[in-house]
């Protein structure tokens, strides 16, 4: 054989060992997790046609209401949403082991617990970590508080090293830590208080684990806005901010070298003229196609679908779909952005949808699986196999 046509040979093998890996690559069901109010973490996957593994418990544990991973290790870090003083099981933050490669061939392992470190705060609602995982922030409701623990290299919990606890500001009833995101590159921490009416920016120090304020160290929103959640977009120019007790999206410029929030615009998560009570709203999202931005509304059980003006960051509603079930707290976009599931806090239910990314529209794949209460959802990340 002459030496071109085994040349020719081996790009053809090598060719087809590529495209083979890569079939195989996105021919799997992505798992996820799920926390809530029922026994504990569940794990389950799901199908490109929407479809999703029933539900397997690989961790009990008490509230576990929000969890996020570590970015380089195969460590799972769970809240307890309880008190502090709670007899039985104390406000703490967790730390799992968990086997990556097994969820991904649609096995369940349990969780290995790690350890465990008590928190000094009332109602932790939200974990996150920074990119390189040094340090966990969690925001407190009840106790209006932010708090940082160290992360060891083997990915276990530190003992604290920082809480910071907001005052209630003039004309408010309460400071209420809702979440704690970390902005892109690692230097600030922005705090949805949703009691406080502010999204607080800090300065994190991840080699000490401390944050200080920044030089513009808040964000005010509308009296009554109650800001929750926060979502930053892909080109990290803009932030989201879902607002709980005014059923509103906030649009906001983010100025990363002086770590300042400024408002673009704000706009209604509900269709005009809905005269429904007692609604709030949970979870905000943007799409990894920078597009859309997408939101839940608890009560009216919708996901809000809104515009985003890509000269200015500014939102538009677009439309609302039914989740199909009742008080969708959280969801979740799939890696790929071509899913989203719904999780129905109030039914017990998950409902995987179909998202247009060109106009931004959702349509139920018509599959569900059933857990009891429900709250949080997150994917696996694949990229940590390699």
Not at 3 to 13: N, V, Y
Not at 40 to 54: N, P, Q, R, V
Not at 61 to 90: G, I, M
Not at 228 to 240: A, D, G, T
């Amino acid at each position: 054989m002459s030496h071109c046509k085994q040349l020719a040979l081996s790009f053809l093998l090598a060719s087809t060992l590529l495209m083979t890996m890569a079939a195989a690559k996105t021919s799997h069901a992505q798992p996820f997790f799920i926390g809530g109010y029922g026994e504990g973490i569940y794990a389950s996957t799901l199908e490109k046609d929407g479809a999703m593994a029933a539900p397997v418990l690989i961790a009990k544990q008490t509230n576990p209401s929000f969890f996020c991973f570590h970015p380089k290790l195969d460590v799972l870090y769970v809240v307890t949403e309880t008190n502090r003083n709670d007899a039985k099981s104390p406000a703490s933050v967790v730390a799992y082991r968990l086997e990556r490669s097994a969820y991904f061939t649609k096995k369940t392992p349990p969780l290995q617990m790690l350890n465990s470190q008590k928190i000094d705060g009332d109602v932790p609602c939200h974990v996150t970590t920074d990119s390189e995982g040094k340090c966990l922030i969690i925001a407190n409701y009840t106790s209006g508080s932010v708090v940082v623990f160290p992360i060891a290299t083997d990915g276990s919990i530190q003992p604290e090293s920082c809480n910071v606890i907001h005052k209630v500001e003039a004309g408010k009833k309460r400071s209420n830590g809702h979440c704690s995101v970390v902005a892109p590159g690692d230097r600030w921490v922005l705090v949805a208080d949703l009691g406080n009416d502010r999204v607080y920016v800090y300065e994190l120090d991840t080699n000490k684990g401390k944050l200080t304020p920044g030089p513009t160290p808040w964000l005010e929103l509308p009296a009554g806005a109650g800001p929750r959640h926060l979502s930053f977009h892909p080109n990290k120019k803009y932030v989201y901010i879902i607002n709980e007790t005014n059923m509103t999206m906030t649009a906001a410029t983010w100025e990363n070298n002086s770590g300042k929030l400024a408002i673009i615009n704000q706009t209604s998560t509900l269709p005009p003229n809905t005269t429904a009570r007692n609604l709030s709203t949970a979870e905000v999202l943007v799409h990894p196609n920078g597009r859309f931005v997408y939101g839940s509304n608890r009560g009216h059980d919708t996901i809000v679908t809104m515009g985003i003006d890509p000269n200015s960051g500014s939102i538009k509603r677009l439309d609302n779909y039914s989740t199909l079930g009742k008080t969708p707290r959280n969801f979740r976009l799939d890696p790929s952005g071509s899913k989203l599931i719904a999780e129905n806090q109030g039914s017990d239910t998950i409902y995987s949808f179909d998202v247009d990314s060109e106009t931004g529209s959702l349509t139920s794949t018509g599959k569900s699986i059933t857990v009891k209460a429900p709250a949080c959802i997150r994917f696996l990340n694949e990229e940590l196999l390699r």
